[in-house]
Structure formats: structure tokens, C-alpha cells
């Protein structure tokens, strides 16, 4: 039988959500107004939180089995605050306060601020139809 190789790792899932999160962000500190596109970008920021928050159970997992519980709950304290932007940042957007909004927006850009991401990236524009899927979610 062959090994089971994963791809797809929550880890590596974190980084490209990471990485559209930054893209997103440097988009939306060029709108003059809200329209749209920004209320996409919005919804896919809020989204793209809230998948990196579910997603650090699973990252800590293997960590826990082995019994490395101070790594595993370092780690947690690390990434906990995508679950609490991404809750703020909900409210906020339901209320439509885009100067909140914006507020928050560069806190969550100084957490991402070691991290690297070329203007000539390849990810096209992320956001796009994320508004609909949040308000699905929503219901």
C-alpha cells in the first residue's frame, strides 16, 4: 500500500488565506468609496478570518497527541485573535460603520505584517462573490 501523501494542510491553507487577506486589505485602502467591490472585500476578509480560526484545532492536533500541550497552546493564544477580529469585524460590517471597518482593517494588517506578498501575485481578486456566500452563512 503506498503512502497517503496531504497537499492541502491546514498550515498551508492559513498561509494562502493569509496571503489573499493582505492582497484584500492593500485593495481596499485604495477605494475613495464604498461600492460593491469594497462590500466583497469586506465579506471575504470576515470569511477568510473565520476559516483560519476554525482551522487551528486542526493545526494543533498533531501536537496534542504527542503531548507538546505548551507549543499546542502558544500556538492557539497566537492565531486567537482571527476569531475575535473576524466577530468585530461582522458587527461592524452588518452596521456598515466603514470607518470601524477600516480601523480594523489596519490592525489586521499590522498582525500580517511579516508577511510578504508581491504586488505581480498571481491570486487575481479573491473577494469576488464573497458578499453572497457571507450572507448565506449568515441565515
Known sequence: MTQIIKTFTPGKEREQL?????????????????DADTVDMVAFIILALREISDGIDQSVAAWEKRGYWVKADKYRLEWQWTGEFSSKLGLAFDALEWKTISTLLIEIMHRFGNLKVSDRHRMGKPWMGANLQYQKQRK
Not at 21 to 32: A, D, E, K, L
Open 18 to 34: 493569509s496571503k489573499a487577506i493582505v492582497i484584500t486589505i492593500r485593495n481596499f485602502m485604495r477605494q475613495t468609496e464604498p
